[in-house]
């Protein structure tokens, strides 16, 4: 059974510093997605990683895929309020093994408060 | 504009009343499914479909039926909603093969009372 877990669940940050989020998972797969979310709100694609040593930037969120290590990373940089969010990863487990599983697992969210 | 309509936003709802949430996409995608969130539980899959007539159970299926008899349309039903079934659902689209990810919707609140 695929894992994915995020952490931290709850990250209270300052504006002006840096942090990561991580998302590990338990099974082969090369698609991660990033998905950010306000409350009551629907899921906003952030960013799109499908291989190996992928990384993409946008503003000052960085994620980046180690497909050996199952691990993804996002990253802050020099935080502001309007990053509050929830954050979430998701692996998508429609290729694995080459089947057609068509799920996509979700970790449970990385809540973030960026204070003043 | 390209998008995934999901209606209603919101619906109150009594125990055991049939229920439709629909779900909409103009993009011309294969795969379509349904996710409930609930706090401390995250986005579960209740069902998804990789193209017409072709679905599937997810990990979350009790209580739901889906139907996919046109590419655009994937509607979520719930024959006798119970209020274990009260939450926030999304419906996603996405293309088959590479793909750009997964489009939600704006999400439908349902509860039963």
């Known amino acids: 059974e695929l894992k994915v877990e995020q952490n931290p669940l709850f990250l209270s940050m300052q504006e002006g510093k840096n942090y990561t989020i991580y998302c590990n998972y338990s099974?082969?797969?090369?698609?991660l997605y990033w998905y950010r979310q306000d409350p009551g709100k629907s899921l906003e694609s952030l960013f799109v990683?499908?291989?190996?040593?992928a990384v993409k930037q946008e503003g000052r969120l960085m994620a980046s895929l180690d497909t050996k290590a199952r691990l993804s990373t996002l990253h802050i940089t020099a935080a502001v309020h309007d990053l509050s969010a929830t954050y979430f990863c998701a692996v998508d487990m429609r290729w694995d093994y080459g089947g057609s599983q068509g799920n996509l697992i979700f970790g449970k969210g990385t809540k973030l408060s960026v204070k003043p | 504009e390209a998008q995934v309509t999901q209606n209603p936003r919101y619906l109150i709802t009594v125990t055991g009343k049939k229920l439709t949430v629909t779900c909409s996409q103009n993009m011309n995608h294969e795969y379509m499914s349904w996710y409930r969130q609930d706090p401390g539980l995250g986005l579960r899959q209740i069902y998804y479909s990789m193209n017409v007539e072709v679905t599937d159970k997810g990990d979350v299926p009790e209580g739901y039926k889906v139907s996919r008899k046109e590419k655009r349309n994937f509607p979520l039903i719930l024959e006798s909603p119970s209020p274990n079934q009260t939450s926030l659902y999304f419906c996603?689209?996405?293309?088959?093969?590479?793909?750009?990810?997964?489009?939600f919707g704006s999400g439908t609140r349902l509860t039963v009372v």
């Open positions: 996603a689209s996405s293309l088959m093969g590479r793909t750009d990810g997964y489009t």
């Open positions: 990683l499908l291989s190996n040593g």
């Open positions: 099974t082969t797969s090369d698609r």
